[in-house]
């Protein structure tokens, strides 16, 4: 079954609106955040510790899983929603961006892009039709296509020949796709260049998409590029589909993305700054490994109803990351999935109040300056 | 409060016996086996992860605590069970295993003994009185005298000499414990020599303590040494208080020492072996990292009702383990404590209803040849 959008309301003050995708594995309300679970976990939870946080849909990594332990024997095992025990919605992204970012000696062709592995040196060649199979494979409730994430910098040279290659790449995956298997999103890429990511959107809009996404953000550009491709991009997406701005991001990313009328963001930023000991709170983040929390019996954020504040002092949290103890990346990912969960609830509330140009200025008020 | 000990039925073909320990913190059925949770955590797992599977009692390791974060630390935020959010009874041993067989430069004396962290280097003495303040200011439920844990081999000579060590020390821990703390359990050493162990535990008993334990077990002798010594000094201990067999062992193990009267056991057994992919099942291990489970969609023992088993193939295990990610060791970890929970609460009620022996046999017919 492909997933369906339905636009709830919208707010007037900005390009915010608030929807609900419709998949074979339930509802995402929307603009949603979907944790990153790269290798069909999303890092030291289990399913009903994602569903107790309020998560309605996870992203799985293709390459990762292509490679390890293969879609062909997830696929044996009755796909990735049984493999991992999740059963609500999955959107798998399409493998292209960690080829270009992990894998290597990559060679791009028409055809596609040849690769090493990265985990054993394996030779393999990855095709818009590839990218396809291995996601319907997969099972994925929403499938990605496959495309050229654009490096940062790159001229206008550069930028136009990758979006192109894309473009055609988007074309090949559309063609190849099954029916009655997940949705399809295009992918829009053009660099920072406002000509070619209209453009972009324009040729992917005349192929056909369940929803449209934007990719090579997130690459290393200054944050002024970022959010100005996104304002610039989002509304030229069509308005009754879902519009996913893919590897984004930090709190203030996510309000500003919303407010240009985005509904779907991925990101690891929440599970790897957990492990990382970084925590986010209203007014910013928070360093547990900081010396300073060494007899702190305040939990991480006054107020927070997460698992995490409810039982443990940043005392505990400090000791048990310091001791490299497992059970610090668990409680400490807890934490921020709960934070990204709830700004995400709270910006669905106030667009549904019609009061989202508030709450975004009382969001700005509680960051630390 | 001191902890008090309930015998609620004795086994007639065997000396097993079932029983019940009541500490301020609540009650627990014996046989035992307490997990170990070295670092004020048991790894990977929550304390409702632990409630789920039937723990009822755990370990924590004075000589990790008093190191880091320190006993004054976990003191000045409420003691340990506040500190590890952990509602339940928490034994603590002495310190001196660990100074033992971890730390640097050891030097014994009378009075105590000095050692260098394994963490910085840092010098510091450990006294029979400095033990006992460390397991007072934890909080701890259980505590442990310091005794030295006499080597794997060891002639009469010296085990006479750290066994007459470990005596002086338990007297100075009696002597220097304060009212309405937790229990104190004397320790017998002795090696593999019955004289010694019988003369330990005649000295221990003239001295008083709410429990009794066999150390210097499962450190490198034969399998037959540690059941002969444990089948000849268990019976010595005095009937009517709690019987503890440290460091045991693997489920034969307790299964033996359950027979001999022993009522608990503590082991970092199940929770290490999780985290090194064996898996324990009624026929013995399973090693999970191992190809042929590549695509095996069973769970890792048929018929467990442990979360893992009701959740999970083989093969999804294989593929976290493979992948090195954090659920791996969550979920490993989730099977081996609810293997061995499910072995005590089958001995104990084996032991009710006068069919320990059988049980046994039972118990042993399974095992793979």
Known sequence: MTSSFEIVHKS???SARLGKIHTAHGCVDTPAFIPVGTQATVKSLTPEDLSHLGVQIILANTYHLYLRPGHDVISSLGGLHRFMHWAGPILTDSGGYQVFSLAKLREISEQGVTFQSHLDGSSHLLTPEKAVQIQEALGADIMMCLDECTPYPATHTEARKSLKLSIDWARRCKESRRPNRGSLFGIVQGGMFQDLRAEGAKALI???????ALGGL?????????LNVAAFTLPLLPNPLPRYVMGVGVPEDLVEMVSFGADMFDCVVPTRHARNGQLFLRTG???ICNARYRTDERPVEAGCRCYTCTHYSRAYLRHLFTAKELLAHRLNTIHNIHYFMTLMTEMRAAIRKGRFALFKRDFYAQRRP
């Open 12 to 14: 007037q003050e900005t």
């Open 285 to 287: 983040t928070l360093n």
């Open 218 to 226: 997130s690459v290393g550009e200054p944050k002024e590029a970022m």
């Open 206 to 212: 005349d192929i056909g998409f369940d929803g449209y």
